[in-house]
C-alpha cells in the first residue's frame, strides 16, 4: 500500500541540515512513502514572526496548509523540522480555535483552509503514518540494542493544547519507534528541556550551559548515543559539544544523530544516502 | 538595578488585546520560573515578569534582558496551573517593546529576530548564512564565536552557501496585508484605550496628587 504526504522541508533542511532533508527521503522511499514537495513553499515565519507579528505568524503555515489542502488536494503533510511543525500545529490550532483570527488569517492568505490535512512530525510519519509493525517488518540490519537517549526537545510536544501531545512532560513514541528498529531507549531526565534553540547565534554561553546538562544526564543514564528529530537541537547537541570540548578537555562527546538516519540504517540504506558524514561530533562508529 | 517607575495601568489590557491571554489570572506560584530553561540569566524570571505585567511596570519589564532570552519553549505555558499561555504574553511583550522603541542594549537576540524576518520577507525563505554574515558586519565581537564553529561546519559541507527562493510575490503581498491589518487594529485599540485613560485620569489626579519621581521619562 503506498501513501502520499505533501512534503514541507523547511528553510533548515535546505540549509545546514542537508542531512536530516537527505535522510528522511530515502527512508520515506524504503518505506513506501511518496513525498510531494509543497511547491513554491514559504518560510513557516519560524520563531522571528510569532514574536514580530502574531497574524503573518499565524497566516504562514496556514497558506501553506491551504495549498496542500486545495491545490495538493492532500490530506496529510510531513514536516520533519520541530519549529515548522509547532508552526504548522499553532496556524492550524489558531483559526480553528478563533473567529477573529480565521477571517484575518484568510485576509492575509487569500482563501480559506478549511482544516482537512493532517500535520505530522517525524515521529508520527514513522510511528502513525508507517506504522510500528509495518516499520518492524521492513528492518533488515537491525540494531544490537544500541541504548539511546531519545530527546524530544520543546516543540513536538509543546504546547499540548496545540500538539494533543499524549504525554507532554515524558513521550515515548520515538522511544518505541528506535524500538522497533533494534535499538534500547533509555529512560532518562531531560527528554523535554530546550536546547537552547537559536540563542547559539547569540548567547552561546546559554546555549553551552543547557547543552551540557542535556548530554550529561544523557551519559549518566547510560545512552550511547541521542536520537533527535529537530534540525536546531541536533545542530546545537553536536555543534556545542564540538565547541566545548576544546575549553574541557575531559568531556565525553556523545553522538546525536537523527531518527530518520537510526531508522535509514536499520532499513539497509547507504551510509552515503544517509549523510552519516556530517556531524561534527563523529556518528560513524554507532552507526557502523 | 532601575529605580524609576513609570506605572501603567494599560500594560495588562494592551498585552490582554493583542494575544488574548489575561495576565492578572496569575497567583505566583511560580513554576514557570521553576521550568524556565533561562531563568536564570537575566535580572527578572518569568513571574516577576507576569507580576510586573500586573502592576504595570513598564520599566521592570523593558529594562530587562529576559524577554529576549526566552526561547519560546512553551515549559511556562505547558505547566501553568492557571492555563495562562505566558510564553504568548512574552511574545507580546516582545512586540510592544519593538513598537514602542523599549528594547535594551546588550540584547543581540532581539537584532537577530528582526534580522531573521527580514530575511525570509526578502527571500520567501529565511536564510541562514545571510543572518549570521549581517549579525557579524552589525556585531564584530560575534564573530569570535564562529572562528572555531564556522570552518568545521563548513568543512563537513553544513553551510549551504545558496538559496532556492520560495513564492517571493506571494509573500510580500502576505507581509504587506498582514503588517496593515495589525496597524489598524492597534490603532483603533490605541485610540479607545487612550480615550478610557483620560476618563479614568480625572478623578484619580484629584483623589492623589501624583507621584514625583523625578526621573521616569
Not at chain 1, 502513525?128 to 537517549?149: H, N, S
Not at chain 2, 500594560?11 to 491571554?21: I, N, R, Y
Amino acid at each position: 500500500m503506498s501513501k502520499t504526504l505533501a512534503y514541507y522541508p523547511g528553510c533548515s533542511l535546505h540549509g545546514t541540515s542537508g542531512e536530516f532533508d537527505a535522510s528522511f527521503k530515502a527512508t520515506a522511499r524504503a518505506l513506501g512513502l511518496t513525498l510531494q514537495e509543497i511547491p513554491g513553499w514559504e518560510c513557516c515565519g519560524n520563531t522571528a514572526a510569532h514574536s514580530i507579528n502574531r497574524l503573518l505568524a499565524a497566516a504562514l503555515p496556514v497558506n501553506e496548509l491551504a495549498k496542500v489542502e486545495q491545490d495538493m488536494k492532500l490530506d496529510a503533510v510531513a514536516v520533519p523540522c520541530a519549529a515548522c511543525y509547532s508552526r504548522f500545529k499553532t496556524g492550524a490550532h489558531e483559526v480553528a480555535d478563533d473567529a477573529q483570527t480565521a477571517s484575518d488569517v484568510r485576509a492575509v492568505v487569500g482563501r480559506a483552509y478549511n482544516g482537512g490535512v493532517t500535520v505530522q512530525n517525524l515521529i508520527d510519519v514513522y510511528h502513525d503514518a508507517v506504522g510500528l509493525d509495518e516499520l518492524a517488518a521492513k528492518v533488515t540490519r537491525p540494531f544490537a540494542g544500541l541504548k539511546i537517549a531519545c530527546y524530544y526537545g520543546c516543540l513536538l510536544t509543546r504546547p499540548p493544547k496545540v500538539t494533543l501531545a499524549d504525554d507532554p512532560e515524558y513521550p515515548t513514541h520515538m522511544d518505541a519507534v528506535v524500538k522497533a528498529l533494534g535499538c534500547t531507549p533509555v529512560d532518562w531526565n531531560y527528554k523535554t528541556d530546550c536546547c537552547g534553540a537559536a540563542l547559539a547565534l547569540t548567547e552561546q554561553h546559554i546555549v553551552d550551559d543547557l547543552v551540557g546538562r542535556i548530554l550529561t544526564d544523557a551519559k549518566a543514564c547510560g545512552a550511547e548515543a541521542v536520537s533527535v528529530a529537530c534540525p536546531l537541537c541536533q545542530v546545537n547537541l553536536d555543534g556545542r559539544q564540538s565547541e566545548m570540548m576544546r575549553g574541557k578537555s575531559d568531556w565525553q562527546p556523545i553522538p546525536v544523530v537523527f531518527l530518520s538516519q537510526l531508522v535509514g540504517r536499520a532499513l539497509g540504506l547507504g551510509d552515503k544516502e544517509l549523510g552519516l558524514k556530517k556531524h561534527l561530533i563523529d556518528i560513524t562508529a554507532v552507526m557502523a | 538595578m532601575a529605580t524609576t517607575c513609570t506605572p501603567s495601568v494599560g500594560l495588562a489590557q494592551t498585552v490582554g488585546k493583542g494575544c488574548g491571554e489575561n495576565a492578572y489570572k496569575c497567583y505566583q506560584c511560580k513554576k514557570c520560573t521553576t521550568g524556565c530553561p533561562v531563568a536564570g540569566y537575566a535580572g527578572m524570571h518569568p513571574a516577576q515578569i507576569m507580576r510586573a505585567v500586573q502592576l504595570g511596570q513598564l520599566d521592570m519589564v523593558f529594562d530587562d534582558r529576559f524577554i529576549w532570552l526566552c526561547t519560546g519553549c512553551e515549559t511556562c505555558t505547558t505547566r501553568c496551573p492557571q492555563g495562562i499561555d505566558i510564553a504568548a504574553i512574552m511574545d507580546e511583550l516582545k512586540i510592544i517593546a519593538r513598537r514602542d522603541d523599549r528594547i535594551p542594549a546588550n540584547t543581540p537576540s532581539a537584532a537577530m529576530l528582526k534580522l531573521n524576518y527580514d530575511s525570509f520577507v526578502r527571500w520567501g525563505r529565511m536564510w541562514e548564512v545571510e543572518l549570521i554574515t549581517l549579525d557579524v558586519l552589525k556585531r564584530p565581537m560575534s564573530a569570535k564565536s564562529w572562528l572555531s564553529l564556522g570552518p568545521k561546519m563548513m568543512l563537513k559541507g553544513k553551510i549551504n552557501p545558496t538559496l532556492k527562493r520560495g513564492d517571493t510575490v506571494a509573500m510580500k503581498r502576505m507581509v504587506a496585508t498582514a503588517e496593515s491589518i495589525t496597524r489598524t487594529r492597534q490603532n483603533a485599540y490605541g485610540a479607545a484605550a487612550a480615550n478610557a485613560a483620560k476618563a479614568k485620569d480625572v478623578p484619580a489626579a484629584k483623589a492623589k496628587p501624583a507621584p514625583k519621581n523625578g526621573g521616569a521619562s
